[in-house]
T-cell receptor
Framework: DQQVKQNSPSLSVQEGRISILNCDYTNSMFDYFLWYKKYPAEGPTFLISISSIKDKNEDGRFTVFLNKSAKHLSLHIVPSQPGDSAVYFCAASARVGNEKLTFGTGTRLTIIP | GAVVSQHPSWVICKSGTSVKIECRSLDFQATTMFWYRQFPKQSLMLMATSNEGSKATYEQGVEKDKFLINHASLTLSTLTVTSAHPEDSSFYIC????????????FGDGTRLSIL
């Protein structure tokens, strides 16, 4: 039962353009959402998070949008840079679930110079 | 801040050996640490959650006697893979979280375990 889904396994974006990564979830108890970036043979690096009481959180080039009614979140990266090429995981947690993270399957983002 | 160090980064050993992996939070106190396992081209799968000074909580299907977790201090947790076999070969990653509530987990760089 995949409670967090990233339906696009890969995405290619031209440098300087906007990258939009999508994530859907099924568990309505999730109340905290995070995005991580991962390079091969390394642990994930935390990028940005959002609580369910908000619908948008921005940090520099990264913005996360949350649509609770649709159970959908997205990560916008603008402008995209070559160093952004990596695998991006969304994750979700719920207070009632001991706040453990449930990860999506990841989207490989490639920025084309 | 929020640096997590994991050691060793790579282990190759014979079948039947026990292997210990350390996870340290270097610049913060981690009330909770997590251990994950990642198979090739798959997502991270949570193995267990450990709180300092108490027994770890294992996810369904994870053998407690196989994967021993100790969280003796607010900055150190260890995972011991006992009597490792080739099927235990995987990428193991730890994470640490400070405090309670909505706080992000910060991950170590993982340990590649290869059992011959």
């Amino acid at each position: 039962d995949q409670q967090v889904k990233q339906n696009s396994p890969s995405l290619s974006v031209q440098e300087g353009r906007i990258s939009i990564l999508n994530c859907d979830y099924t568990n309505s108890m999730f109340d905290y959402f995070l995005w991580y970036k991962k390079y091969p043979a390394e642990g994930p690096t935390f990028l940005i998070s959002i609580s369910s009481i908000k619908d948008k959180n921005e940090d520099g080039r990264f913005t996360v949008f949350l649509n609770k009614s649709a159970k959908h979140l997205s990560l916008h990266i603008v402008p995209s840079q070559p160093g952004d090429s990596a695998v991006y995981f969304c994750a979700a947690s719920a207070r009632v679930g001991n706040e453990k993270l449930t990860f999506g399957t990841g989207t490989r983002l490639t920025i084309i110079p | 801040g929020a640096v997590v160090s994991q050691h060793p980064s790579w282990v190759i050993c014979k079948s039947g050996t026990s292997v210990k992996i350390e996870c340290r939070s270097l610049d913060f106190q981690a009330t909770t640490m997590f251990w994950y396992r990642q198979f090739p081209k798959q997502s991270l799968m949570l193995m267990a959650t450990s709180n300092e000074g108490s027994k770890a909580t294992y996810e369904q299907g994870v053998e407690k006697d196989k994967f021993l977790i100790n969280h003796a201090s607010l900055t150190l947790s260890t995972l011991t893979v006992t009597s490792a076999h080739p099927e235990d070969s995987s990428f193991y990653i730890c994470s640490a979280r400070r405090g309670d509530g909505n706080q992000p987990q910060h991950f170590g760089d993982g340990t590649r375990l290869s059992i011959l």
